[in-house]
Every structure is written in C-alpha cells, then in structure tokens.
C-alpha cells in the first residue's frame, strides 16, 4: 500500500504568490517523521523541512512551512512568497521505526513550476 | 564540507557487464541507504546499512548487491546489469536511528545500460 500520497502531480504557481504542495501519509506507528525534499532539474535532493510525529508545533524553515494535520494525517507543504528558482520537483516522505530500519518511504513527488 | 559524494555521476554501459558505483560521507552517520529514481516512481530503497557489516534489503534489491566495510563507503554492485537497471541511483546516509534525523543525498549517478 502507498504510504506517501501525493495527489498534485504538477503545479503552477505565479511569482510572489503563495502554494501548497499536498501530501498524506498512512502508518500505524505514534513514532514518525515527515520531510520534504526539493529535486531541481540538475537532479540533487535538497532537504527543506522536517515535522516530527510528536511536535506541537507546526515546522517552519524561512519560506517553507508544513500544516501539519496529525489526525487527517496530511502534512502539506506551503511556500510563501514564490521564486521562479522555486521550480522543482518536489517530494514529500516519511521516517517510521520498522522492521525494514527506518526506511525513507517517499510519495511520487510533485513539478511545480513557478511563473512571472 | 559535510557531504554525501558517489562516483561516478554518468554512466553508460552495456548489459552484463558488472560495475561498482561508489558511495561515501565525511560525516560518521551509522545509517546509509541507496535508492533508485524512476519517473512517475518516486524514489524507492534499494539497499541500506544501520552500521558497518550490517546490510539488508529496501524495497528493489534485486539485481543489486551491498557492502559496508567501512563506515564511510557503501558501495553498489550491479553483477550483471540489465536495461531495466537503467536509472539515477542516490545515496544517502543518516546520523543514527532517530527518525528526526534528516538524510543527506549524495549528488546522484545517472546509468544508462543498454
């Protein structure tokens, strides 16, 4: 079963205005983390932001930041303020304890284009 | 610089013919995985380390073979390559079990086997 789903398979955004980037996830364990991550098309992941199952706040790391909605188990990503250097891909994933050692499970990702 | 570095970036190769790419972080993490991107995919577990001689299989081993020797390199071994191995392949290493721990991606190699 998936365990990241990302339902927006491509995005556009106009500069300056703000986005949010969809992602839900599904696991039985109380113990998790959820990142995402940023490909650009030279292919590198960039790490963007982290929220912890246990966190009672919601993460924020400058223009990103991540509603995270622990009972719908969604954890959506917001840029404020787009860039046109903002145009990426972009992935949603989780960190869980499992038998399989804390596997990095990661959704399909989401192109997001940001135009002028 | 704390890093994540793979050799070799690009690679184009004929099936059969077995090739190593290469893996290592200058930052002591216990934890490293690979993992391979293919579109519409996402990126999905190949092989991952919790620590030195410990190995075992993500979610696609097959095709594919691991060491850990050292704590710093985790190579990956494609035996006999097939062009379904084509693809970017990533490494990427984490400091220790917690799942708060972010992981770091090496720069990420491109193979084409044909």
């Known amino acids: 079963a998936q365990k990241i789903t990302q339902t927006q398979p491509g995005m556009f955004v106009q500069e300056k205005e703000a986005v949010t980037l969809d992602c839900t996830y599904d696991?039985?364990?109380?113990?998790?983390?959820l990142f995402w991550y940023k490909q650009p098309s030279s292919g590198e992941m960039i790490f963007l932001i982290y929220?912890?199952?246990?966190?009672?706040q919601n993460a924020t790391e400058g223009r990103y930041s991540l509603n995270f909605q622990k009972a719908r188990k969604s954890a959506n990503l917001v840029i404020s303020a787009s860039q046109l250097g903002d145009s990426a891909m972009y992935f949603c994933?989780?960190?869980?304890?499992?038998?399989?050692?804390?596997?990095?499970?990661f959704g399909k990702g989401t192109s997001l284009l940001v135009t002028p | 610089e704390a890093q994540v570095t793979q050799n070799p970036r690009y690679l184009i190769t004929v099936t059969g013919k077995k090739l190593t790419v290469t893996c290592s972080q200058n930052?002591?993490?216990?934890?490293m995985s690979w993992y391979r991107q293919d579109p519409g995919l996402g990126l999905r577990q190949i092989y991952y380390?919790?620590?030195?001689?410990?190995?075992d299989k993500g979610d696609v081993p097959e095709g594919y073979k691991v060491s850990r020797k050292e704590k710093r390199n985790f190579p990956l071994i494609l035996e006999s390559p097939s062009p379904n191995q084509t693809s970017l392949y990533f490494c990427?290493?984490?400091?220790?079990?917690?799942?708060?721990?972010?992981?770091?991606f090496g720069p990420g190699t491109r193979l084409t086997v044909l």
């Open positions: 990427a290493s984490t400091k220790d079990r917690g799942s708060y721990n972010e992981q770091f």
């Open positions: 380390s919790m620590n030195v001689e410990v190995t």
């Open positions: 930052m002591n993490h216990e934890y």
């Open positions: 929220q912890g199952s246990y966190d009672q």
């Open positions: 994933a989780m960190r869980e304890p499992s038998n399989s050692g804390y596997a990095l499970n």
């Open positions: 696991t039985s364990d109380p113990s998790y983390g």
